[in-house]
């Protein structure tokens, strides 16, 4: 069984940045995803190993990178807004592991 641990979240003003961690076990990681309660799970980045794949709503802000050799992938977010506040995870893409890790808190306010 994959083990998933995010890490790195916190409180931000907005206009601040953060950069998230990801460090997996028994599997690969390729991607962010967060959720706000009361929604769902959405998408928000990923490593293609070609480019940059991003939603919409951080394109130009959210940058994925990763260390293959650590098996750990990285979430830079630059610029951000209130709208960003959420849990993010890490999983695989496109093929999602069922197993979610406990998620990193990211709470921008002022």
């Known amino acids: 069984q994959v083990q998933l641990v995010e890490s790195g979240g916190g409180l931000v003003e907005p206009g601040g940045s953060l950069t998230l961690s990801c460090a997996a076990s028994g599997g690969t990681v390729k991607a962010w995803y967060r959720q706000v309660p009361g929604k769902q799970r959405e998408f928000v980045a990923a490593?293609?190993?070609?480019?940059?794949m991003t939603a919409d709503s951080v394109r130009g802000r959210f940058t994925v990178s990763e260390d293959s050799a650590k098996n750990m992938i990285f979430l830079q977010m630059r610029n951000l807004k209130p709208e960003d506040t959420a849990v993010y995870y890490c999983?695989?893409?496109?093929?999602?592991?069922?197993?979610w890790g406990q998620g990193t808190q990211v709470t921008v306010s002022s």
């Open positions: 490593v293609t190993g070609l480019s940059q």
């Open positions: 999983n695989n893409w496109p093929h999602r592991y069922d197993y």
